[in-house]
């Protein structure tokens, strides 16, 4: 795969400690997708994809794996297709199976250097943010991107600090007793308030940011070029 692009930017060195990386993706939606592809695209050679979720017509509107033509197929077995039409030599992993916290401890098998949380359960999320931190494995969360509409609002930063987002709100109400913990929980936040749709609104460009940001988050931080997170 070339990289020549990348690597002006970050130098050699830095492509490399990017290939050797293992990163853990939950949840292939809007946002997790755009990790995965951007991810790839940077040079991500090692990667598990987990979801047990079908892709649906509703999805196409935002989520880059759906097209007309792979409806009801799997998001992971969908996914590492793409993959290797990107990178041939990429070894890619699959859980295809909905996680919840009950059988959360199978995403611990074997040892990663990030996990991306881009599920919408909250009870998964707040498990994996204490199993994480148990473990010392380096974690970025995605919070709400459903009802928002301006991407410009998008910022990364840290749990303690999130307002204007619901499911930031009940993540720190769950874990309201733990407040050091949340001063180390990376995020994907809007600072947007929700547009109150009787449904889940989305758009295709707003879990997209929020996905590109999350890479953004992590090739910083490996390359050593650290992000001022937003206060």
């Given at each position: 795969?070339?990289?020549?692009?990348?690597?002006?930017?970050?130098?050699?060195?830095?492509?490399?400690?990017?290939?050797?990386?293992?990163?853990l993706v939950l949840g292939l939606g809007g946002v997790g997708g755009y990790v995965v592809e951007s991810l790839v695209r940077c040079g991500v050679s090692n990667i598990t994809l987990?979801?047990?979720?079908?892709?649906?017509?509703?999805?196409i509107n935002r989520q880059i794996i759906a097209t007309s033509k792979n409806n009801n197929k799997y998001k992971t077995k969908e996914w590492k297709k793409r993959i290797k039409l990107i990178n041939k030599d990429a070894i890619v992993n699959i859980i295809n199976t909905h996680i919840t916290d009950d059988n959360i401890e199978v995403l611990f098998s074997d040892n990663y250097d990030y996990i991306v949380d881009a599920c919408d359960t909250s009870k998964v999320k707040v498990k994996l943010i204490k199993e994480c931190h148990n473990k010392g494995i380096k974690l970025i969360s995605s919070m709400g991107t459903a009802n928002k509409l301006?991407?410009?609002?998008?910022?990364?930063?840290?749990?303690?600090?999130?307002e204007s987002d619901p499911l930031a709100r009940k993540l720190r109400q769950e874990l309201s007793k733990e407040k050091e913990l949340m001063k180390d929980v990376v995020v994907?936040?809007?600072?947007?308030?929700?547009?109150?749709?009787?449904?889940?609104?989305?758009?295709?460009f707003v879990p997209a940011v929020a996905g590109l940001l999350i890479t953004n988050y992590i090739i910083l931080d490996i390359t050593k070029n650290k992000l001022i997170l937003n206060n």
């Open positions: 795969m070339n990289l020549s692009r990348l690597e002006s930017l970050v130098g050699n060195e830095n492509i490399e400690k990017i290939k050797k990386l293992k990163i987990v979801d047990g979720d079908t892709i649906k017509p509703s999805n301006d991407a410009t609002k998008l910022i990364i930063t840290t749990l303690d600090k999130t994907v936040t809007s600072t947007e308030k929700a547009i109150n749709n009787k449904m889940l609104g989305s758009t295709a």
